[in-house]
C-alpha cells in the first residue's frame, strides 16, 4: 500500500512537472533583434513604440543600438533579424546586395549643425550648410566627427565633399562614438557638431550647445526599416521580422511615431501624417 502510495506521488510529480514545462514553452517569448541607430534608441521613441508590438505577438524585440554601418554590418553577418537605419543609399545598397528584402520608408526628420552660443565661426550667418562647414574649416574651429561610419558621420562626409573640403587637422576630431557622446564631447571642447535633431531635442537640457544652423535640404534624414534576407541566413526569424517591418508602417505605429514628443516638440515625421 505504502508502495502505490509512492509510485502514485511519482507519477503526480512527473504530471505537474510535464504541464509545467509544457505551459512555460506555450507562453515563453521568441526573441527577434533590431539591429538599429542609436538615434531612435536615444531618444527613447522604440521605448513607446516596440511594446504594443511585443505584446501582441508575445515577442520581445532586442535592441542593438549602433551607428548605421554597424547596424548594417550586423544584418550583413545574419546577427540581426531587422534593420532600421538612416542612410538611404547604403540601405538600398544593402537591398540590391542581397542582404536585405522588402524595405520601406517609416519616418524622417532633419540634422542640424550645432554649437556654442558665441559661434565662433560665424555658422549662423551661413546660407546654407555647405557654406556653413567651409566657414568653420575657414576658421578652424573645433568640429567633432562621430568617426563611426553611422548615418550621421556619412551625412557629414557628403556635406565636406560637397563643400571641397578635406577636414584635417587638430579643429577636426574623430571621436568613435554614439551621438549622444559625441554631443557632450563638442560641447566639452566647446565646438560644433553635426547631430539629428531627435538626439538633440533629447539632449537638450543636458548641453549647452545651440542649433546655429538648419533647414538645408541636405539635412533631410530619412529613416528606413527591413528585413534580413533568409534565403542568405535560414536561422533569422523572417515571419517575425516582417510582422515587425508592416508594424513600423501600420496606423498604430504611425500614430504613436507623430505623437512622439520630447520637451514639447515632435521628433520625427512619417510619411503618412
Not at 74 to 96: I, S, T, Y
Amino acid at each position: 500500500m505504502k508502495l502505490s502510495k509512492k509510485i502514485l506521488s511519482i507519477f503526480l510529480l512527473a504530471f505537474l512537472l510535464v504541464a509545467v514545462i509544457t505551459s512555460a514553452n506555450v507562453f515563453a517569448k521568441e526573441r527577434i533583434i533590431l539591429a538599429t541607430t542609436t538615434s531612435t534608441d536615444n531618444t527613447g521613441l522604440l521605448a513607446v513604440l516596440l511594446p504594443p508590438f511585443e505584446e501582441k505577438f508575445n515577442v520581445e524585440v532586442h535592441i542593438i543600438a549602433v551607428g548605421t554601418g554597424r547596424a548594417l554590418e550586423l544584418g550583413r553577418n545574419g546577427d540581426a533579424d531587422v534593420v532600421l537605419v538612416h542612410a538611404r543609399e547604403q540601405e538600398l545598397e544593402f537591398v540590391e546586395q542581397g542582404y536585405g528584402v522588402n524595405r520601406l520608408d517609416v519616418m524622417y526628420n532633419d540634422f542640424v549643425v550645432l554649437g556654442p552660443k558665441s559661434d565662433p565661426a560665424g555658422v549662423a550667418s551661413a546660407s546654407s550648410v555647405l557654406e556653413a562647414f567651409k566657414k568653420i574649416a575657414e576658421n578652424k574651429s573645433v568640429f567633432i566627427s562621430r568617426g563611426d561610419n553611422s548615418g550621421t558621420h556619412v551625412k557629414e562626409l557628403d556635406i565636406w565633399a560637397l563643400a571641397g573640403i578635406t577636414p584635417e587637422g587638430n579643429w577636426y576630431r574623430a571621436v568613435g562614438q554614439g551621438m549622444g557622446a559625441s554631443i557632450n564631447i563638442a560641447d566639452q571642447s566647446g565646438g560644433y557638431i553635426l547631430s539629428d535633431r531627435g538626439t538633440y531635442l533629447s539632449y537638450k537640457d543636458q548641453t549647452d550647445l545651440v542649433i546655429v544652423f538648419q533647414g538645408d535640404e541636405l539635412l533631410f534624414n530619412p529613416y528606413g526599416i527591413m528585413a534580413v534576407n533568409p534565403e542568405l541566413h535560414p536561422h533569422v526569424k523572417f515571419d517575425l521580422a516582417m510582422e515587425l517591418v508592416n508594424y513600423f508602417v501600420s496606423e498604430e505605429a504611425i500614430e504613436i511615431i507623430n505623437s512622439f514628443l520630447v520637451a514639447g516638440e515632435q521628433l520625427f515625421f512619417t510619411y503618412n501624417d
